[in-house]
């Protein structure tokens, strides 16, 4: 059914955060338009951490039964020292129960999924936001191709470099993340690994997060500032002395080079997530460091709160003020403990490695708890 211009509600991004409000939407009955400057997401190929709360939020999507299909049940975290000592290990089936399991995901799958019953008629793919004005009636979105279109209601879906935002916000550009500057993720044959496992040492930080019975999905982060995107023999020598189960999914990745995305960890942190007829959501509005594997999490639970605000209220300033109230807190939590494991993580190794032991489970528990949904 086409929508009045006036009454219309553009969505600037399909990834997480804008499939799940345009999901979110649909089940109160509200249409909207997804703009998406790629034909499909990005990072297809790589994989997802979900934690407990993101299973909450997937449910409520309509999508648990998709999720507890395609997802790998992640069951137990290991902390592991550069010699593979274990550290810390954390139950996490114990701490989020059965129907919260978190689990692990390759990100088309989960695309796929919160995309499904998207029509044609409400998606324009491939087509870049190219500037946003706002007036008392609408906010214009011109595209990149020339189309103009107009908006009740327009939601900046659109990620870390938002678009949306800077045209809205004006400057306010993404900031390097504490934790590093930047990482390489990847998939590669299982080495061995049996559940979420991370190693740590002196320059850096491997996580090795099996998604089915053959393949783990991994992530790398080096400490060293200055370590170039294409700077594979210092990725090499960061993990040199690390176990065979680490060296072996390494030595898979690097001899398959176009397998390993380099990408900066940028982060947000705004104080106001709406202006006029614009509200920011997802990493638009609070791109994190992903330490504590948020991201997905918090973009879908502010799909979720949003498309209930909208439900209430043609109002959208009442909107904005009522999502960023009910959201802020959560948000801000992330964001404190993720500041909290980034600055523990530039620790000394030698100091890292005789802290972790008491310092992991406690900050396990101290983010995820007050995440954990009440009636679980
Ligand atoms: C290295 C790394 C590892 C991560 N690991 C995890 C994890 O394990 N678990 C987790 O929960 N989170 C993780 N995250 C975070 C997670 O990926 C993000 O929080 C999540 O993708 C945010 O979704 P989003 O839709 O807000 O933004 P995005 O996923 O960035 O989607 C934004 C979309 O907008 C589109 N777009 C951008 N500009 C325009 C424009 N002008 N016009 C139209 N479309 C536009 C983009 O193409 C994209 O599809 C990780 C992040 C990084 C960097």
Known sequence: MAIESSQRIVIAGGGIAGLATWRALKQRGIESLVVERRPVAADGGLAINLPGNAMAALEQLGLGTDIARLGYPVRKREYRSRDDRLLAAIDEDA???????????????????????LEASSLRADRAIAS??????????????????????????????????????????????????????????????????????????????PVDETTVYGWVAVSSPNVAGDDLKQLDHAFRNFPERVRKALAWALAHPESLYHSPIEEVRLSRWHEGRVILLGDAAHATAPVWAEGAALAMEDALALAAFVAETDDVAAVGRRFEQARQPRVAHVQAMTDRLSKSARLPYPLRRFIMPFVVPRSYRA????????DA
Not at 109 to 114: E, S
Not at 154 to 170: F, H, P, W
């Open 367 to 374: 983010t995820y708890s007050p995440l954990k949904p009440t």
């Open 132 to 209: 946003v004005v706002q007036d008392a009636s609408a906010a214009h979105v011109r595209l990149d191709n020339g189309e103009d279109l107009s908006a009740r209601l327009l939601v900046g879906a659109d990620g870390v470099r938002s678009t949306v935002r800077q045209a809205v916000m004006g400057a306010s550009q993404p900031s390097a993340a504490h934790i590093a500057s930047a990482s390489w993720r990847f998939m590669a044959p299982n080495p061995g690994v049996d559940g979420w496992t991370a190693w740590t040492g002196e320059h850096g930080t491997i996580l090795l997060l």
């Open 95 to 117: 701490f989020w129960g059965e129907s919260l399991r978190p689990r692990a995901v390759r990100r088309a799958d989960l695309m796929t999924m919160l995309s499904t019953g």
